[in-house]
């Protein structure tokens, strides 16, 4: 159980197009999912919390309009990339909250390339 | 006060030997350690686990040491195997930060047949 998917797993799209990245809750319902991004060897880091029904809440210096997140139903939150740059290029890795407050289950993560 | 100090950066052991990770923690709020290991191209996955309330807790091969006074946590993987070879993230959280986790910065482990 607390399976989390992502689709896609790779994805490569030009400078100045969006691309929308879907974190699933397979087999639990999840109020809560978390979107972080990856560096090459660094850590995870929290770009904000996805909340069903709800606005995200962003992480100081994670721009909202340009990360646009969607929690429209308790198993699917989406993250939007608007007007990607090649600095925007990193792994993106969602997580959902499962059963109490703690435990978070992640997903496998989209590889994001903007050329 | 909201990190967690975590080393060594990397970590090579021999097949068979113990690998220890080591993390330290200020912020006293956290009431929840979990480790994660991490693939390449992979997203986490969550190992093992402890609250403050225990000072140890053992999964198989796997067992987290938990020192509440010097506000530090440690992984260790007995008789590692090549297949532990992984980076492991040691993590905090508190119900009062709403959940999030704050990770460690990661430790590379090598296991050498």
């Known amino acids: 159980g607390a399976v989390v998917s992502q689709h896609p797993s790779w994805v490569i799209c030009k400078s100045g197009t969006s691309v929308k990245i879907e974190c699933r809750s397979l087999?639990?319902?999840?109020?809560?999912m978390f979107w972080y991004r990856q560096f090459p060897k660094q850590s995870l880091m929290l770009m904000a919390t996805s909340n069903e029904g709800s606005k995200a809440t962003y992480e100081q210096g994670v721009e909202k309009d340009k990360f646009l997140i969607n929690h429209a139903s308790l198993t699917l939150s989406t993250l939007t990339v608007t007007s990607a740059h090649p600095e925007d290029s990193s792994f993106y890795i969602c997580s959902a909250l499962f059963g109490g407050a703690y435990e978070q289950y992640f997903g496998p993560g989209t590889r994001l390339t903007v050329t | 006060q909201q990190q967690v100090k975590q080393s060594p950066q990397s970590l090579i052991v021999q097949k068979g030997g113990i690998s220890i990770i080591n993390c330290a923690y200020e912020n006293t709020a956290f009431d929840y350690f979990p480790w994660y290991q991490q693939f390449p191209g992979k997203g986490p996955a969550l190992l093992i686990a402890i609250r403050p309330d225990v000072s140890e807790k053992k999964e198989g091969r796997f067992t987290i040491s938990f020192n509440k006074s010097a506000k530090q946590f440690s992984l260790h993987i007995m008789d590692s195997q090549p297949g532990d070879s992984a980076t492991y993230f040691c993590a905090a959280s508190s119900d009062s930060s709403a959940s999030k986790i704050i990770f460690g910065s990661g430790t590379r482990l090598s296991i050498r047949p």
């Open positions: 087999d639990f319902q999840a109020t809560t």
